[in-house]
């Protein structure tokens, strides 16, 4: 199979969750997206992930974005795992995880890599935009946590690049100044930015972040 690239359409599906049946594309609607793979239930590092997860929906929700993990163990497994995740994060269990038992999903987004595991999945993280396009891939061994606040930091840059003319350089945060575009003239830029441009190159210029 063909590996996904940014760009491409996030592949539809249809599986079961602790939310009840999802409709992937359905479920997403005009928001953005978070799919999220897990190796496996009763993991101590997936444990820690989906709960720090859930205490970050709000943000998430903030952006318009719709969070969905997956874990290739079964529905009553998952339910199992929530109440250990709850238990022991201190917080509830706030957006779906898909019970991918037949390996379906992981399949489909090349989440089995089999020099790290042929039946488990690794850490994936795809962000998918309103168009169904992904955005964004990540993929960490089994050994590595996530940190959301870095997914939040690149779903702020995607967002904002994606309605603006601009990139956002190294350790950007929102509201810090952002690259004007290069295929931009300076003069242009100068008209299109009213804030304003700090010409450091040619190819090197700053403005405040036009989405504050």
């Not at 998430?60 to 238990?87: P, Q, T």
């Not at 706030?94 to 999945?121: C, Q, W």
């Not at 935009?129 to 690149?154: C, H, M, Q, W």
Request: contains cysteine; hydrophobic residues 40%.
């Amino acid at each position: 199979m063909t590996p996904l690239r940014l760009g491409d359409t996030a592949p539809d599906f249809t599986a079961e969750s602790t939310f009840g049946p999802l409709h992937f594309h359905a479920y997403l609607g005009t928001s953005w997206g978070i799919l999220f793979s897990h190796p496996a239930d009763f993991t101590p590092v997936c444990t820690t992930e989906l709960g720090t997860a859930a205490k970050f929906k709000e943000a998430f929700d903030a952006r318009n974005v719709k969070m969905v993990a997956l874990s290739v163990d079964g529905l009553a497994s998952h339910k199992e795992w929530i109440r250990d995740i709850e238990e022991t994060q201190g917080t509830e269990m706030n957006f779906p995880i898909i019970a991918d038992e037949d390996r379906k999903v992981s399949n489909l987004y090349g989440m089995i890599h089999p020099n790290a595991s042929d039946t488990l999945t690794v850490r994936s993280v795809f962000i998918i935009d309103p168009d169904k396009k992904i955005r964004l891939t990540l993929t960490y061994p089994a050994s590595t946590g996530r940190n959301f606040e870095e997914l939040l930091r690149v779903v702020d840059s995607l967002q904002l690049t994606a309605y603006h003319k601009v990139a956002t350089p190294a350790n950007w945060n929102r509201g810090e100044r952002v690259v004007v575009s290069p295929a931009i003239p300076t003069q242009e830029a100068r008209n299109l930015f009213p804030a304003g441009v700090e010409e450091i190159k040619p190819y090197l210029r700053l403005t405040p972040d036009p989405g504050r």
